[in-house]
């Protein structure tokens, strides 16, 4: 645990489109965000247009994913 809080606080770790286990991409993070504000989609519309789960679209819009993205 010491090792992973390690590389969080110097900013070691792989994150957005540099992780290996991406699927999306600091745009499309961007327009799944606007779409939802903008109340174009829904999560599970989004989710599927996205090729993702709609666990994972959440996760997006409350930036507990993707954090770094603006």
Do not use: C
Not at 12 to 20: Q, W
Not at 34 to 46: C, K, N, T, V
Not at 59 to 68: E, G, L, Q, T
Request: net charge positive; no cysteine.
């Amino acid at each position: 645990m010491d090792n992973s809080n390690d590389a969080v606080a110097r900013d070691r770790l792989p994150r957005g489109v540099d992780s290996p286990r991406a699927r999306v991409t600091e745009a499309d993070v961007i327009e799944m965000r606007r779409m939802y504000r903008d109340g174009e989609e829904d999560q599970f519309s989004l989710a599927k247009r996205f090729k993702i789960a709609q666990t994972t679209v959440s996760a997006i819009i409350r930036r507990k994913n993707w954090r770094h993205v603006a």
